[in-house]
């Protein structure tokens, strides 16, 4: 058994929702998140740079003594894999889990891709996803939904909602029967997804594919935590989350939580370069 917390990190609240599955497949393990909101999004920067931002983020959680980490955001899966791949503990992206519950669920191979500009960018996960259908995928960048759901926008957001509408019609043209959402902040707005898509187009939860994939090695490797009560160390972030950023949070993790600020002077003292 190993008491040492889990680290999940993401540029803003959308990894919350790993830490959510993660806590009901491991009830007994401590989880220490870290969210970079005073930079999000990181979307529409470069890939150089978001590799470097996940060093940092990296490199503080691993001087907590983390005995793993998710990156549980899309734009980071696709963009830093350098430093991912040079962590010394395991390190779970969003990018393999999901694209193989992708080819698993679809009927007709053809898969659809929503996500940031970044991670269409770099063609990682439609790659992915693509060498397990031995279909193109229909990679759709959605660069207004990240940061509208990050300050609170809903289901019931007009705005929101003809955003989504405007992103799915290449799905829809496409014939897509399953959608990857790429960005861990979209699973909170599955049921806008579902709305237009149609209820026979499966939708597939990145954050929660690769913290099923975490869990699963946690305990093939004994990883484990002892005891069976919820232990989240803390949730810790570059800028604190505004009142609207933290309704949403609190629906992603479907109870109340406590920030704590996590300065940048001190973030980025730590990095793994």
Partial sequence: MDPRPIGVFDSGIGGLMAVRMLRHLLPGGPILYLGDTARMPYGDRPAGEIDRLTGELTGWLLRQNVKALIAAC??????????????????????????????????????????????????????????????????????????????????????????????CQPLLQSGVDTVVLGCTHYPLIAELFTRIL??????????????????????????????????????????LPPQAARQTARRML????????????????FSTE
Avoid: W
């Fill in 74 to 167: 899309g734009t980071i899966s696709c963009n830093a894999g350098e430093t991912l791949q040079q962590l010394p503990v395991p390190c779970f992206d969003v990018v393999t889990a999901a694209a193989e519950a992708a080819a698993q669920a679809t009927r007709n191979g053809k898969v659809g891709l929503a996500a940031t500009s970044a991670t269409i960018r770099s063609g990682c996960f439609a790659e992915e996803i693509e060498r397990r259908t031995g279909q193109a995928v229909t990679a759709v960048p959605c660069p207004l939904l990240a940061p509208m759901i990050e300050h609170g926008a809903g289901p019931d957001d007009p705005a929101l909602a003809a955003a989504v509408a405007e992103y």
């Fill in 198 to 239: 149609g209820p026979e187009v499966s939708l597939i939860d990145c954050a929660g594919e690769a913290a099923k994939a975490a869990a699963e090695a946690m305990k093939e490797q004994h990883l484990l935590a002892e005891g069976n009560d919820p232990a989240v160390t803390e949730y810790r972030f570059t800028a």
């Fill in 254 to 269: 479907g109870e109340d939580f406590t920030p704590r600020l996590l300065p940048l002077e001190k973030l980025t003292a």
